[in-house]
């Protein structure tokens, strides 16, 4: 076996309660938590997956969703090289948002982040649906970036998005990405990094981050 992993960063980024950490702890932990309170600052887990064969870590990021968080989201979307755009298939203003959330991305990412847009909560029945497919979609070809609909709770789509980002930022950063020596990086490890709005730091690797733990509001994080 190599002795070092190829490590990528993916950002979660979208509104407050569309389930950005339901997915996280969905794809690096198989749980699923229901209530639970929302992010302040930014979170982040690892989970390794092999793609033919090789193994891949991804760093993957949850961000606060709220509007006074935002200028602390943007810092780490400089680092990002995949950015999932998250919304709530039963709550439409949180898919109106999509354009200003795509519109930070492309301005403070790198110009050749991968960018998926993914509506949260696809085991709804039709009925509470807001937004259709169709709508999604073509909103996603308008700006040319690829669509998926998932649910963190039933786990429906969330390891095949993840797959197919990392098959993607396998190709495009093969020359970019961080190495970290075997099992330096534990699988499933959520760090915690705690921001105030002055802070202008980028994250470190996780081998070095700050492990004391996000504090957490009082507001039930709807998954």
């Not at 690892?46 to 943007?74: C, F, H, K, N």
């Not at 519109?103 to 909560?121: C, L, T």
Request: aromatic fraction near 8%; include cysteine.
């Amino acid at each position: 076996m190599a002795e070092y992993d190829q490590v990528y960063r993916v950002v979660l980024v979208g509104d407050t309660n569309v389930g950005k950490t339901c997915v996280v702890k969905q794809f690096c932990n198989s749980s699923f938590e229901p209530e639970h309170s929302a992010t302040i600052g930014i979170d982040f887990m690892t989970r390794t997956i092999e793609l033919s064969g090789e193994p891949l870590i991804l760093q993957v990021w949850d961000t606060a969703g709220q509007d006074r968080y935002q200028s602390i989201t943007r810092q780490y979307f400089r680092r990002a090289q995949g950015v999932l755009l998250l919304f709530d298939i039963s709550k439409r203003k949180t898919f109106d948002s999509l354009l200003s959330w795509l519109d930070q991305v492309k301005q403070f990412a790198p110009n050749n982040v991968i960018i998926f847009a993914v509506g949260n909560k696809a085991d709804l029945d039709d009925t509470l649906k807001q937004i259709s497919s169709t709508e999604a979609q073509t909103f996603c070809q308008n700006h040319k970036i690829q669509y998926f609909e998932a649910s963190a709770k039933t786990s429906q789509n969330i390891d095949m998005i993840f797959q197919e980002m990392a098959s993607i930022l396998r190709k495009e950063f093969a020359n970019e990405c961080l190495f970290n020596q075997r099992n330096k990086i534990r699988d499933s490890k959520s760090t915690a990094i705690q921001l105030t709005s002055s802070s202008s730091s980028c994250p470190r690797d996780q081998r070095g981050a700050d492990n004391n733990g996000a504090k957490k509001n009082e507001e039930c994080c709807s998954c």
